[in-house]
């Protein structure tokens, strides 16, 4: 992986150079001319003087798929509310691209960044069909003008059934989603976050309760999803992380702080990590 350069403000990308380019092509709003779509720096999270977040450096790069393992409490969800925007760090930086400072948006404004986020627990809209759920989260896509009773073009009918087929629901469609079993609502909300083109897509314990045969799916799905979005999953299924890691870089959180980051065979036979984390 390529270093990540510090954002900020001493970056000026001159017109018509390489690094600009790259930003055009990528970006779309959010300057990754660096290479990094996430950059979180010193990162402090304070509750009454416990620190879930203690210093915490982390950063992604643009089609990176990176995943966070750790014990509980390490801090991996307050660190998804901390780059959504849901806490607000006590102290330290947070950057979307080289130029949009996260702590200093509302969750609403980074959401229409370009963050999407899904939580544990599937919210579909159960009453509705596996398609309309998938069509109203393309029509709340800010980046798509369009309101919510105007008919779909071919090219967005032709977007949903690549969703479709994507999250294994083709042929499915016409069904309400409150009829899914919990892994098929989980891949629909997954569907409804890509509907919404996010530049980052944050996962927390996608494959928590799924079924053997869901959770292998969902590892073939994220792995047709590497390259084309830059992804941030936090799992305890080793197994799961396994496959999807493959050889890119796994971070360990361990007091809210990084205790040890590299592939995953490196963290595997990581002394401190199995300590703390894996030799349990
Ligand atoms: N709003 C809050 N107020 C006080 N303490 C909190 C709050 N949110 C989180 N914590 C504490 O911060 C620590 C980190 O919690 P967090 O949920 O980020 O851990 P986690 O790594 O996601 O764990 P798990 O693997 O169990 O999901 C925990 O000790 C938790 O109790
Ligand atoms: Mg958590």
Redesign the pocket.
């Given at each position: 992986m390529s270093e990540v350069l510090k954002p900020g403000h001493q970056y000026q990308a001159e017109p018509g150079d390489a690094a600009t380019a790259y930003g055009k092509v990528k970006g779309e709003g959010v300057d990754t001319s660096h290479g990094a779509i996430l950059y979180l720096e010193d990162i402090t999270?304070s509750?009454?003087g416990?620190r879930?977040?203690n210093k915490l450096n982390l950063d992604i790069s643009v089609g990176e798929l990176r995943c966070i393992i750790?014990?509980?409490?390490?801090?991996?969800?307050?660190?998804?509310?901390v780059i959504t925007g849901k806490?607000r760090p006590t102290s330290g930086s947070a950057w979307f691209g080289q130029t949009i400072d996260l702590t200093r948006m509302t969750e609403y404004d980074i959401a229409h960044a370009g963050i999407g986020r899904k939580f544990?627990r599937p919210t579909v809209f159960e009453q509705h069909s596996v398609f309309e759920n998938l069509e109203l989260a393309m029509k709340m896509n800010k980046r798509v003008r369009q309101t919510l009773f105007s008919r779909l073009s071919s090219e967005q009918k032709g977007k949903i059934d690549e969703i479709l087929k994507l999250i294994r629901l083709s042929g499915q469609e016409h069904r309400p989603a409150g009829l899914l079993s919990h892994g098929q609502k989980q891949w629909l909300e997954i569907g409804m976050l890509l509907m919404q083109e996010p530049q980052l897509l944050l996962l927390?314990?996608p494959v928590a309760g799924m079924s053997d045969a869901e959770t292998e799916r969902t590892a073939e799905l994220l792995n047709e999803l590497r390259g084309k979005h830059s992804i941030m999953v936090?799992e305890?299924d080793m197994a799961f992380v396994t496959e999807i890691a493959q050889q890119g870089r796994v971070t360990v959180?361990h007091e809210?702080s990084v205790l040890a980051q590299g592939t995953m065979q490196q963290v595997q036979s990581d002394e401190r990590v199995i300590e703390v984390y894996l030799g349990r």
């Open positions: 999270v509750f009454d416990f879930a977040l750790g014990p509980n409490g390490a801090g991996k969800t307050t660190m998804m509310d806490t544990q927390d314990e936090v305890h959180l809210g």
